[in-house]
């Protein structure tokens, strides 16, 4: 990368000392409309973050700074929050719930009790109209092809990433409320 852009990189080591490393490449001036398209752009996310969401969402999460955090950020939005600690808990609450509380369901994958794939897949199987078209959408750190699959094949609807991306979670909330 440094080739492309023309620049060097210099490595001085010495045992029992230290490393030091120095890189160097010359960044090209932005022109007047480039900073003004940038500043436009971040008015703009700055504008849409203060649009609030409303909704009732129901977050399982087993990991307590995961739910913090999850929790501050979805009460941020304007979002009213239950939580489960895990997947069972979670079909339970969804279940004695009355049909429509929930707007969306935030799902962790690896929970005790139960997984968020299994279940998501028990909500699906409730007979109740709510439980077929609620999105779901999974939140986990395992953001590969065959696990945005298996989410996908077990009712899932979305994928949001851990650690959590606050405008990643806010623009895919928005979608489906």
Known sequence: ILDLVGGTIQVQSETDKGTKIDVKFIVPLASEEQIRELEQKQQELKAKDKIKLQGRILLAEDNSINTEIALRLL???GLEVDV??????????????????????????????MS?????????ALERSDAK???IIAMTADVFVDAVQKS???????HVPKPI?????????AQYL
């Not at 339970?92 to 799902?107: E, G, H, P, Q, S």
């Not at 996908?152 to 979305?158: K, L, S, T, V």
């Open 75 to 77: 009460r941020k939005f």
């Open 84 to 113: 489960a600690q895990n997947g069972l808990e979670a079909v339970n609450l969804f279940k004695n719930a009355a049909k429509d509380t929930y707007n969306v369901i935030l799902m962790d994958i690896q929970m005790p009790v």
């Open 116 to 124: 968020g794939y299994e279940a998501t897949e028990r909500i699906r």
């Open 133 to 135: 078209e609620i999105p």
């Open 152 to 158: 996908a094949a077990a009712g899932m609807n979305g």
């Open 165 to 173: 991306n606050k405008q990643f979670l806010y623009d895919t909330l």
